[in-house]
Nanobody, 121 residues
Framework: VQLQAFGGGLVQAGDSLRLSCAAS????????MGWFRRAPGKELEVVAV???????HYGDSTKGRFIITRDSTKSTVYPQMNSLEPQDTAVYYC????????????????WGQGTLVTVSS
């Protein structure tokens, strides 16, 4: 099973960016998927997670600016990141788990390789 993330890069503060993540090897049509991130020198934190039925939880720092959607039939998940700030600079990881939505990182069974997002001021 692999989760492959796409869409990272260098943007300016205030810009928008859309990441995508595609699963291969199995489907997650009835499972939770989402994104975590790790900023330089900081701990891993939740960006947003979404259940198979569309229930969503956002991290405190992304709520109101980011929008997560998914295509359950294709086991893909997309965070639309708006009003980006330098503090959003991080490596973003796509995740999936066998089961329902959760905010804790340790319950996610599958992790992508990470994609770097850099927001310049």
């Amino acid at each position: 099973v692999q989760l492959q993330a796409f869409g990272g890069g260098l943007v300016q503060a205030g810009d928008s960016l859309r990441l995508s993540c595609a699963a291969s090897g199995r489907t997650f049509s009835r499972d939770a998927m989402g994104w975590f991130r790790r900023a330089p020198g900081k701990e891993l934190e939740v960006v947003a997670v979404i259940s198979w039925s569309g229930t969503i939880h956002y991290g405190d720092s992304t709520k109101g600016r980011f929008i997560i959607t998914r295509d359950s039939t294709k086991s893909t998940v997309y965070p639309q990141m708006n009003s980006l700030e330098p503090q959003d600079t991080a490596v973003y990881y796509c995740v999936a788990r066998n089961g329902g939505i959760a905010m804790r990182q340790d319950v996610y069974d599958y992790w992508g390789q990470g994609t770097l997002v850099t927001v310049s001021s």
